[in-house]
């Protein structure tokens, strides 16, 4: 342990609807014969809860703040070699030699933000897996400058959450209190606290603008649920860092930013954190094993809405997960679930929406056989289900279950296969139309054209693609080796390509 000096070190705490500054004046004097005499005024109803407020915040800064470190990473990214094509050319190899090796890897730096907190009596950080990601060292730096190294004890990339162990004694650190994200309700006071852009210890305030939000990760590979939005100023280098509410609790960790939409528009006071209960949900398997191990059914589900009522003619008032299509040889398929089926218990837990159905599943486990009761019709089931290990994010790219129907297409070098609304929400897709590529066939016409696995093709030849059964008419009459144009999905854009 060793003890620093933070440069930049600040607190800014901004308390006021709409950042309005004013000024505080003192109160008037009385001028009478006897001369000046300080005239003693109330402070008005809305003073004092202005006051009462401010000291909550300040309250719960305090018992936070304490708690938060800087986490500083040291790791390694490929190298980009292309520099080292020019000297491929025997010109350049004339005049300037053989080169040297180029470097496999760099050497990286980064910074983000994590929070102490207790567990199992010791003390461990609670901070973003993107932070710590490849990390070759960690470095953690507390409020009073001093310096831990730090170890990466567990890891899950679907909440992107890691914990990490100080090393040395850390007896003496403070902890965060974790509080209940399932309490949160809009219009909530939220306070972010963490290291934006390197500026150590730097404190935001908000409110919370919504819950329960679903969004597709930043690199593609499927996507955050159950997520905290706020509109405290979150930016780079608060990743890992607490969301707190006005008691002084962690609700969430600060994870990810909204800058700009699709079409460029600039986006400000987005920004969202992974919900503390689903952290506390998994923090046991984090610490003691180092992972996550989450059950899976294998269907894609949604809840009871008015239009799902109607299109699967069932009871609009009944509460549970929607079955919208059971994967080929998963658990649910064979156990009997169907589309249109409604689920409303799994074990002891009573099932009342989509989330509902994932969260419990989740945390039973791979390998646990359940009783799942289920609404069909007029009918109430009970079928039992044995629960298989959730597929990896890159694996439910594309997933079909475990026996997918893919449709070969030999001249054209690639095979495709339904969107279900497991790729759909995977691919950040609002809709299953199209067919996915699920394999590539090696130097075939498809990967010479720079088609990958995960692309979507939606149209071909103008004709649109929304299933299966119209790729399959759409090149049924198509000869040996003829050209075909097609439009291609992939990562947020459109693309024609041709075959």
């Not at 899976?296 to 003619?313: K, M, Q, R, S, Y």
């Not at 919208?324 to 009573?350: K, N």
């Not at 691919?427 to 016409?445: H, P, Q, Y």
Request: hydrophobic share 45%.
């Amino acid at each position: 342990m060793r003890k620093t000096t933070l440069i930049g070190l600040a607190v800014l705490v901004l308390v006021s609807a709409g950042l309005t500054f004013a000024w505080v004046e003192s109160p008037q004097a009385t001028i009478g014969a006897g001369g000046m005499a300080a005239v003693a005024q109330e402070p008005s109803a809305d003073q004092a809860i202005t006051d009462s407020g401010q000291a909550a915040i300040k309250a719960a800064i305090a018992a936070v703040g304490p708690a938060v470190v800087r986490v500083d990473v040291v790791g390694t990214a490929e190298a980009d070699t292309s520099v080292f094509d020019f000297f491929s050319d025997p010109f350049f190899r004339r005049f300037f030699g053989e080169p040297d090796a180029a470097p496999e890897e760099l050497e990286t730096q980064s910074v983000g933000s994590g929070v102490i907190v207790g567990f199992e009596n010791q003390k461990i950080v609670l901070t973003n897996a993107h932070v710590v990601d490849g990390a070759k060292s960690i470095t953690l730096t507390d409020t009073e400058g001093y310096e831990w190294e730090a170890t990466v004890i567990g890891s899950d990339e679907l909440l992107d959450i890691a914990v990490l162990r100080i090393s040395g004694d850390a007896s003496g650190l403070p902890v965060a209190t974790l509080g209940n994200s399932s309490g949160v309700e809009p219009g909530d006071w939220a306070i972010a606290i963490g290291n934006p852009l390197g500026l150590s210890y730097t404190v935001t305030l908000g409110i919370i603008s919504a819950t329960d939000r679903s969004i597709p990760k930043p690199e593609g590979n499927g996507s955050f649920h159950d997520l905290i939005q706020t509109d405290a100023a979150i930016n780079p280098g608060n990743s890992g860092g607490p969301l707190v509410n006005s008691r002084g609790e962690v609700i969430g960790i600060n994870t990810m930013i909204a800058r700009s939409s699709g079409n460029g528009i600039a986006i400000e006071g987005i920004n969202f954190a992974v919900a503390i209960d689903g952290v506390k949900d998994v923090l046991d398997q984090l610490v003691n094993q180092g992972s996550v191990a989450r059950g899976w059914l294998g269907v894609g589900i949604a809840d009871v809405t008015p239009a799902a009522a109607a299109e699967f003619g069932i009871d609009v008032d009944l509460e549970g997960a929607l079955i919208l299509e059971a994967f080929p040889g998963d658990p649910a398929d064979v156990a009997g679930i169907q589309t249109g089926d409604v689920v409303v218990r799994i074990g002891e837990a009573t099932i009342a929406s989509a989330d509902d159905l994932a969260r419990t599943v989740a945390l039973l486990g791979a390998g646990v056989t359940v009783e799942i009761e289920l609404v069909r019709g007029d009918d109430t089931l009970t079928v039992s289900a044995t629960l298989d290990p959730r597929p990896s994010e890159s694996e439910l790219v594309g997933y079909r279950g475990k026996t997918p129907a893919g449709i070969a297409s030999g001249d054209l070098g690639l095979t495709v296969g339904p969107v279900t609304s497991v790729v759909a929400e995977h691919l950040g897709l609002n809709s299953t139309k199209g067919v996915v590529i699920m394999e590539i066939v090696a130097e075939g016409r498809a990967e010479n054209a720079g088609l990958e696995v995960g692309d979507v093709i939606l149209d071909v030849e103008g004709t649109p693609i929304a299933s299966v059964e119209d790729w399959n008419a759409a090149i049924e009459d198509l000869e040996a080796g003829e050209t075909v144009m097609l439009a291609v999905y992939r990562d947020g854009r459109l693309a024609f390509v041709e075959l």
